[in-house]
Structure formats: structure tokens, C-alpha cells
């Protein structure tokens, strides 16, 4: 009932292909419908604690779903994953990391057994643990890093360190160290600001969770050119997110308003007219406006344009004609009305009913 009810009785969406959908590594399988589309293919995408995913072989031909808790070869040893996807769209998935065919010559062995999942949570447990101590050896060791996370693999002989660094660090002791502290196997993988910030999770200032740590698969590069193309006042307190650097949002609306700004007259250019000469002032980019001051550095005498207004008045300069003012022109005193619902009766319009009343009696 309650996949009919998400589906639509078969003309929405699928609920089989959905999952979980608040972490950034799920991909909707929309051939989740299609009869045997499962058994397409052997190869079997699974994920692992939200940071990384990997290809696994269904030698055994398992009835596998997404969700399912799997036992998975290691290196050693077995780890503990869930399947995030299956069918003909996991081929697809490799080739779009650039993954050969072949690169998915790990086995699946099992589905997860209680004693899997015991000491897989068992394991889980000591991460937190781990993560801090890992952190004051790195210190006493001298090493300009920072150990962002830790991950054990499923039956806990081994361990991925994750770890941030401005420049190149010579952890060769460290790993010692942490081998023979945790009596484990371990791995260092380097991270970014950026990919800390989306293990560790938050709520950025619009109110809602970061990006980073909900959809976000790749991270782009971000710089203040953005910013100065939506007219964004360059605040490096209001520009930088929790990682420390520029948010990711400042990428969202950059082809929008470069294609807005392209429709709007040259900065540079001046209005020249009978009482005065105009310079560029302010624009509002998405709405087609552009103020004008007769200061090139103050607001004095400011007239609103609109591109287009603006762009009749440069072709009356190109032809050596001069209007006479752009007062007649000007837009920027015409106010839009906005009605608001909520004001338009009053919220005491019944207790005056009721004063009425009580006057008549």
C-alpha cells in the first residue's frame, strides 16, 4: 500500500528506487520498475558510512535490494556495507567515475549475520575514541595536520584515518604509532576543508543542513568572481561557510546573472544631456535597472533607468544628440503596489460588530 501510495498507482515515481535520501552518495534508480532489470548485471554498488562507495562482485548471486546489510571482501579481512544500488545503472555509475568494467573484482560474500553487525558496532564504537587520541599523538609527534575522522572496517583489523593538511606531511612515524597504540591495520586518506565539513554535518545561515553534507557529490571551485557578479558585498565573515572557505551556494546564480548583466549597458559608459553628465552608480542586475548619480562617487541627483531606457539614451550620444534631461525618463519614483492579504481586513473588524450592537441596545 505504501508503495502504490508514493508511486502513484504506477504513474509517479518509484519507491522502489528510492533510498535513503538525506546523504549526498544515493543515486535514484529509475529502472528500479523495469521486470529483471536487477539481475542485468552482477556488479553491486555499496556504500560505506556515508563518505565513499565501492563496486563489489555478486559472485554468489544473491537476492540483493537496496538496503541490505552485506559482508564485503576487504583488504584484509571482511567489511560491513550497505547496498545503495543495483541493476544496469551501476554499470553506468563506474563509467561515470571512470571506472573500468573490471574494477569491480571484489566479492560480496554474505549477507550481514548478527555476529557481522555485533562487531561491526562494535568497532563503530571506537571511532570517537580513536579519532581523539589519533589527534594528541599527531601532536606530540610535531606533524602540521588535523585527523578529521575515523572509519573502521567492518570486523575492526583496520582503520582509515582522515586527515587535513595545508602542505605535504611525513606520516610514516605517525602510522607506527597509531599501529602499534590500536593493534590495527592503518590507511591515511587526505581530505579537504570542504569534505570535513560535509563528515561532520551542520546548518549553514539560510537555516537549512549544509549542502555538503546532504546532495553535494563533487566539489567545484569557488572564487570572489563570483561574488562580484551578483553584486555580493566582498564580507569575508559572510562569504565564508563553517569550512573556512567561500560557500559553495555563490556557484548557484553566477550563469543566471551573467546573463542578465550581459543585457545591461557598460559600466563605464556615461549619459550625456543638456543640464548634466551621468555616471554609473548601482544596478540591479536581475531587474534590468540601472541608477545613475551626477558624482562619480556620491549619490547626488540619482536617476533609475531601465536597460533599455538607458541603451536609447547612449545611441542619442553615439549620434551627437543630447536629451534633455532623464528626469522624464526616470522610473525610480514609481513604486510598485504590494497588497498584502493579511492587512487588508482588519483583526478587529468583529469586535466592532459587537460594539455596534451593544451601542443599539
Given at each position: ?255 543566471t546573472y551573467s546573463e542578465a548583466a550581459q543585457k545591461l549597458p557598460p559600466r563605464h559608459t556615461q549619459l550625456e544631456t543638456e543640464d548634466a553628465i551621468y555616471y554609473f552608480f548601482k544596478a540591479d542586475i536581475l531587474a534590468g535597472l540601472v541608477s545613475y548619480s551626477t558624482d562619480r562617487h ?64
Amino acid at each position: 500500500m505504501v508503495d502504490k501510495f508514493i508511486s502513484g498507482g504506477g504513474r509517479g515515481l518509484s519507491a522502489k528506487g528510492c533510498c535513503r535520501h538525506d546523504k549526498q552518495l544515493n543515486t535514484y534508480d529509475y529502472l528500479a520498475d523495469v521486470p529483471g532489470a536487477d539481475q542485468m548485471t552482477d556488479l553491486v554498488e555499496v556504500q560505506f558510512k556515508n563518505t565513499h562507495k565501492d563496486y563489489y562482485l555478486n559472485c554468489n548471486h544473491l537476492p540483493l535490494q537496496k538496503g541490505d546489510v552485506v559482508a564485503v571482501e576487504g583488504t584484509p579481512g571482511h567489511d560491513i556495507g550497505t547496498v545503495s544500488l543495483t541493476g544496469p545503472l551501476v554499470p553506468l555509475q563506474m563509467s561515470k567515475q571512470r571506472l573500468k568494467a573490471d574494477a569491480g573484482t571484489k566479492r560480496i560474500y554474505r549477507l550481514a549475520r548478527e555476529v557481522d553487525i555485533e562487531k561491526f558496532n562494535e568497532a563503530k564504537a571506537r571511532e570517537q575514541q580513536t579519532m581523539i587520541k589519533s589527534r594528541a599523538i599527531a601532536k606530540d609527534l610535531g606533524l602540521d595536520m588535523k585527523i578529521g575522522d575515523v572509519e573502521y572496517q567492518g570486523d575492526g583489523n583496520k582503520a582509515i584515518f582522515y586527515y587535513i593538511a595545508d602542505q605535504r606531511v611525513d606520516f610514516r612515524e605517525l602510522i607506527k604509532v597509531l599501529a602499534q597504540e590500536f593493534s590495527i591495520r592503518v590507511e591515511m586518506r587526505q581530505i579537504g576543508a570542504r569534505q570535513e565539513a560535509g563528515l561532520i554535518g551542520g546548518f549553514g545561515p539560510c537555516g537549512r543542513e549544509m549542502c555538503c553534507a546532504t546532495w553535494m557529490k563533487n566539489f567545484s571551485t569557488v572564487s570572489t568572481g563570483a561574488a562580484r557578479c551578483q553584486d555580493v558585498s566582498l564580507n569575508p565573515q559572510k562569504l565564508a561557510g563553517q569550512c573556512a572557505k567561500l560557500k559553495c551556494c555563490l556557484n548557484y546564480e553566477v550563469a543566471t546573472y551573467s546573463e542578465a548583466a550581459q543585457k545591461l549597458p557598460p559600466r563605464h559608459t556615461q549619459l550625456e544631456t543638456e543640464d548634466a553628465i551621468y555616471y554609473f552608480f548601482k544596478a540591479d542586475i536581475l531587474a534590468g535597472l540601472v541608477s545613475y548619480s551626477t558624482d562619480r562617487h556620491l549619490a547626488a541627483n540619482v536617476v533609475t533607468l531601465t536597460a533599455e531606457q538607458a541603451a536609447e539614451v547612449i545611441e542619442m550620444n553615439r549620434r551627437g544628440e543630447r536629451p534633455a534631461s532623464l528626469t522624464g525618463v526616470q522610473i525610480g519614483d514609481e513604486k510598485p503596489i504590494v497588497v498584502d492579504l493579511a492587512e487588508q481586513d482588519s483583526l478587529t473588524r468583529f469586535d466592532k460588530s459587537k460594539r455596534r450592537r451593544r451601542n443599539r441596545r
